[in-house]
């Protein structure tokens, strides 16, 4: 939910932003199911959902700091050594939201590292209620 008030605010997310966001709305719906079925199951695959965005979460924070590369597909590349019509390619094919620009941030947590430590959490609760499940 964080996320989309963030987007209707004017954010627009990038494409490991939405990554993030499949995973994650799989466990939603893993959830639905689980209050129907009541299967053990199901809890166990809302924890693997959780932490597979915890996963991409803890890839994107480390684009957002530099301490990896990310796809190139939405992130910056150098500029030396490109001829002008390269250039030019690289411009026109720029992504409008980068992945490895860190577009909000509060006392240094960015919206990847909320999704990370949030989803990692979930994962705990998710394992839980695997846990305490009869069926």
């Given at each position: 939910?964080?996320?989309?008030?963030?987007?209707?605010?004017?954010?627009?997310?990038?494409?490991?932003?939405?990554?993030?966001?499949?995973?994650?709305a799989?466990?939603?719906?893993?959830?639905?199911?689980?209050?129907?079925?009541?299967?053990?199951?199901?809890?166990?695959?809302?924890?693997?959902?959780?932490?597979?965005?915890?996963?991409?979460?803890?890839?994107?924070?480390?684009?957002e700091?530099?301490?990896?590369?990310?796809?190139?597909?939405?992130?910056?590349?150098?500029?030396?050594?490109?001829?002008?019509?390269?250039?030019?390619?690289?411009?026109?094919?720029?992504?409008?939201?980068?992945?490895?620009?860190?577009?909000?941030?509060?006392?240094?947590?960015?919206?990847?590292?909320?999704?990370?430590?949030f989803?990692?959490?979930?994962?705990?609760?998710?394992?839980?209620?695997?846990?305490?499940?009869?069926?």
């Amino acid at each position: 939910a964080g996320a989309f008030l963030f987007q209707a605010l004017g954010s627009a997310p990038c494409k490991m932003c939405y990554w993030q966001r499949y995973p994650r709305a799989a466990a939603v719906l893993i959830g639905g199911l689980a209050l129907g079925l009541s299967q053990k199951w199901l809890a166990w695959l809302g924890a693997l959902a959780a932490a597979v965005t915890s996963g991409i979460g803890v890839y994107h924070s480390g684009v957002e700091r530099d301490l990896w590369e990310g796809p190139s597909s939405c992130t910056g590349s150098g500029t030396t050594g490109l001829s002008t019509d390269e250039l030019l390619d690289q411009i026109m094919n720029a992504p409008l939201v980068r992945c490895d620009e860190i577009p909000w941030e509060m006392f240094g947590v960015t919206m990847a590292n909320l999704n990370a430590l949030f989803s990692a959490g979930l994962v705990v609760v998710w394992i839980m209620a695997a846990r305490a499940s009869r069926t």
